[in-house]
């Protein structure tokens, strides 16, 4: 049943380019390759309990790693010596490659020790990257980033950098699926349901939290490098903290630990902010000037549904059918 | 040489005072409710902004400003807490997120009202006094005395009054304390009061000596929370100690290899500090 629905969801991917502006096919195709970003914090966060505040550091790493693939005289500035150019697949598969090596790092020093201290040290980790950009600006390109050139893009048509997109989303998607599905899945949920359970039964905890790590900044890291070679420019914003929030937004309205809810979260938080809101707000403005924008209406939400429903909207939504389900059966 | 080294000392000492105060009111906060308060540097720049207003557009006194600009952050903390904090206090990492939303909606909001160019609260004090063959403002000078003289007086309002000793009762275990007849929701009103005049009065120095601009709270929080952890979560003298290692870290920095640094240097001393000892300087184990 839920995999017809996804059939359809696909096929519909597929067609809606003929219906609809390009310029809004070119933020659908952003749109999934956020997906992909939001789905990569849900393995982590979602199934093993474990609170990554600094994803934002793959989607950059790899990000960075595949834009200096295209620029031979950058990379040469960090390496001393040059590589040749890679194919545009070769540097999107690089970019999760060494973020998956540096989440690997990460992991190793940070999951060892349980409760706050993984939020803490991930909280400050993307303000790291971020001024490694400012202070080697002939590699990184300071706050301006660079561009990797038109002749690098995913496609040269905004129709083939859509199918594109899909592709790799739906890969990327199904793949992160199969592992939380697994064995390996199964005991990354039984981390999150209790540790020291866990631990008991045999689970080597650490090495499991260290393996969902691995995989959630692999992907982020494709995410990043899909991401910059969609819009041929690579710049900060996507080490930053405005992201980090927009990626735990579409998390926690679609729900955590389900793959599903975060698909459709990051979707509508995506074109909510991209789309729908900048032209609600035009018009807003034109009656009404008060100062208010895009972003602070979407912090309006998080804090609203934060408050409201702090363990995210699908765990509650749950939670309230099931109570429902019980007074029912009582009657 | 040696002037360069008393500079520094000089120099690091009014930095790491200003931060000392930010940081040992996220400290506090945290200590008592278990709270991580991510707006904390919203309110260090808040106190600027609604001094210089309280100055520029209305006309009021410096010194009234100065007062009024730390209890407005004041009650600007307490109502945060009791409308966003306390609902969702037991889901430890929402409240990170609901914070974190809070500081950069307002930093959005003071944005799109001030523009992104710095501004200056005006000067309690003017002058330069010449210290050794240093030239430093009188202002500089004043404020490492008010940060010192405030962080005594904290010391001593802990220890020594009976409101403070309820603060550190509801720190030490909080089912006791109400066991033991204390009022724990007024303790946490009281100790976020605290906490938010202390990154007022924070923000306010600061504002004296270098230029404001919104994108200060992130830093100020960055560097309060960098602080914190470095010394030790929790731990009041730990943060005093570690404010002035990050104090130090960075004027050495900025005086050998230039501002743009700075930064990357200080976080990247503290990440290999928690490397090694995770629960930072003065950490207790939770």
């Not at chain 1, 002749?151 to 083939?160: D, K, P, R």
């Amino acid at each position: 049943m839920k995999a017809a629905i996804y059939v359809i969801l696909v096929v519909l991917a597929a067609i809606a380019p003929f219906f609809i502006p390009e310029a809004f096919v070119y933020i659908l195709g952003l749109s999934f390759l956020f997906i992909i970003l939001v789905v990569s914090w849900d393995v982590m966060v979602g199934y093993t309990g474990q609170v990554n505040l600094g994803h934002t550091v793959f989607v950059g790493v790899g990000a960075y790693t595949a834009a200096l693939l295209q620029s031979p005289v950058r990379l040469q500035h960090l390496l001393g010596f040059t590589i040749p150019k890679v194919p545009i697949f070769i540097s999107i598969i690089s970019g999760g490659i060494i973020a998956a090596l540096i989440g690997f790092f990460i992991g190793i020093i940070t999951l060892r020790l349980k409760g706050y201290y993984f939020a803490l040290v991930t909280a400050i980790l993307p303000l790291v990257f971020m001024q490694t950009v400012f202070v080697w600006r002939k590699v990184f390109g300071g706050e301006e980033g660079f561009s990797i050139g038109l002749e690098n893009s995913l496609s040269n048509t905004i129709l083939g950098k859509y199918y594109i997109a899909l592709i790799i989303m739906v890969i990327c998607v199904l793949s992160m699926l199969f592992i939380v599905k697994s064995q390996i899945g199964l005991k990354f949920k039984a981390i999150r349901e209790d540790e020291e359970l866990a631990e008991s039964i045999g689970i080597d905890t650490t090495k499991y939290k260290v393996i969902a790590f691995i995989v959630s900044s692999f992907f982020a890291g494709i995410g990043g490098a899909a991401i910059i070679h969609y819009r041929i420019t690579v710049s900060p914003d996507l080490y930053d903290i405005p992201l980090m929030l927009l990626i735990i937004l579409s998390a926690v309205i679609g729900g955590l630990g389900t793959i599903y809810g975060p698909v459709f979260g990051a979707f509508i938080i995506y074109l909510a902010k991209n789309w729908w809101l900048k032209e609600i707000l035009s018009n807003l403005l034109k009656i009404a000037p008060i100062p208010i924008n895009d972003d602070m209406i979407l912090y309006l939400m998080l804090i609203v549904v934060g408050i409201l429903m702090p363990q995210g909207i699908y765990v509650e939504l749950k939670k309230r059918s099931w109570i429902a389900k019980k007074s029912n059966s009582s009657i | 040489m040696i002037e360069l080294v008393l500079k520094i000392i000089v120099f690091g000492a009014v930095v790491s005072g200003i931060w000392a105060l930010v940081a040992s009111g996220f400290s506090l906060i945290f200590g008592v409710a278990r709270i991580l308060n991510f707006a904390h540097g919203t309110l260090f720049v808040l106190s600027a902004y609604f001094g210089i207003v309280l100055v520029k557009n209305i006309g009021v006194n410096n010194y009234l400003a100065f007062i009024l600009g730390i209890l407005f952050v004041g009650i600007v903390g307490v109502i945060v807490f009791k409308l966003t904090i306390s609902p969702i206090k037991t889901h430890e990492v929402m409240v990170v997120i609901v914070t974190l939303a809070i500081a950069l909606l307002v930093e959005q909001f003071l944005l799109l009202i001030f523009g992104e160019h710095g501004i200056s609260f005006p000067s309690l004090v003017g002058g330069i006094q010449n210290i050794g063959g240093i030239k430093i403002t009188n202002i500089r000078i004043l404020s490492l005395i008010i940060a010192i003289a405030t962080l005594i007086l904290l010391e001593f309002f802990i220890t020594k009054t009976k409101t403070g000793k309820m603060i550190t009762a509801t720190s030490q275990d909080m089912e006791a304390a109400m066991l033991m007849g204390i009022d724990v929701d007024r303790i946490y009103l009281i100790t976020m009061f605290i906490s938010s005049i202390l990154a007022g009065l924070g923000g306010l120095l600061y504002s004296q000596i270098f230029a404001t601009t919104p994108i200060v709270s992130v830093k100020a929080l960055i560097y309060a929370f960098a602080i914190v952890i470095l010394g030790g979560l929790g731990s009041l003298r730990g943060s005093i100690i570690a404010s002035f290692i990050v104090g130090y870290v960075i004027v050495v920095t900025i005086t050998f290899l230039g501002a743009r640094w700075s930064e990357f240097v200080m976080l990247l001393t503290i990440i290999s500090i928690l490397v090694v000892k995770p629960t930072g300087l003065f950490g207790v184990e939770e």
